[in-house]
T-cell receptor, first 115, second 116 residues
Framework: GAVVSQHPSWVICKSGTSVKIECRSL??????MFWYRQFPKQSLMLMAT?????????EQGVEKDKFLINHASLTLSTLTVTSAHPEDSSFYIC???????????FGEGSRLTVL | AQKVTQAQTEISVVEKEDVTLDCVYE???????LFWYKQPPSGELVFLIR??????QNEISGRYSWNFQKSTSSFNFTITASQVVDSAVYFC?????????????FGSGTKLNVKP
């Protein structure tokens, strides 16, 4: 089946540094990718919708300058958490919509811990 | 407005018991999809089922079964003869035509503990 891979699966960084998380569709092209955030023991909240070759659309309350999203190709979207702080510690999950079938597939998630 | 409610925060059962996870949804769209996902401790979301709003047939897949009732806006999930490996957080989700099915509304999740 279709696979969406996230890298890194977990990362620990110091406060003030920037962290980049990649989301790749391994065997299909994805015109649209989505980034979710999940706090411990909570549900997934959509952060932004990323379309290949255009600017991401952010959900209300999500700082676009804080969470930079780039969707440079049909198989890769990146989320960069800039100047990370401990409150940015969370589980970030991406999903990708297959261009041909419209099916949606989720990545394995990336756990960010900011010290 | 779209909303998914999973009223059960946590359920504990003993192995081999049957368990039903409740999901109630709200949407004004006539065309929508409902999903169930399993999230084990490792974190990845495992797709279990997708059901569109025009298909109210119940579905059975092994020990899993789903009951979709539009009249009560519910999409409940039953695990028969539960096993320890079923322990996970289960999310019900809705995507609707309003946002071109792009926006998923997740319930708050139900944590299932299956004890040996």
């Amino acid at each position: 089946g279709a696979v969406v891979s996230q890298h890194p699966s977990w990362v620990i960084c110091k406060s003030g540094t920037s962290v980049k998380i990649e989301c790749r569709s391994l065997d299909f092209q994805a015109t649209t990718m989505f980034w979710y955030r999940q706090f411990p023991k909570q549900s997934l909240m959509l952060m932004a919708t990323s379309n290949e070759g255009s600017k991401a659309t952010y959900e209300q309350g999500v700082e676009k300058d804080k969470f930079l999203i780039n969707h440079a190709s049909l198989t890769l979207s990146t989320l960069t958490v800039t100047s990370a702080h401990p409150e940015d510690s969370s589980f970030y999950i991406c999903s990708a919509r297959a261009a041909d079938t419209g099916e949606l597939f989720f990545g394995e998630g990336s756990r960010l811990t900011v010290l | 407005a779209q909303k998914v409610t999973q009223a059960q925060t946590e359920i504990s059962v003993v192995e081999k018991e049957d368990v039903t996870l409740d999901c109630v949804y709200e949407t004004r769209d006539t065309t929508y999809y409902l999903f169930w996902y399993k999230q084990p401790p490792s974190g990845e979301l495992v797709f279990l089922i997708r059901r569109n709003s025009f298909d109210e047939q119940n579905e059975i897949s092994g020990r899993y079964s789903w009951n979709f009732q539009k009249s009560t806006s519910s999409f409940n999930f039953t695990i028969t003869a539960s096993q320890v490996v079923d322990s996970a957080v289960y999310f019900c989700a809705l995507s609707a035509n309003t946002y071109n099915f792009n926006k998923f509304y997740f319930g708050s999740g139900t944590k299932l503990n299956v004890k040996p």
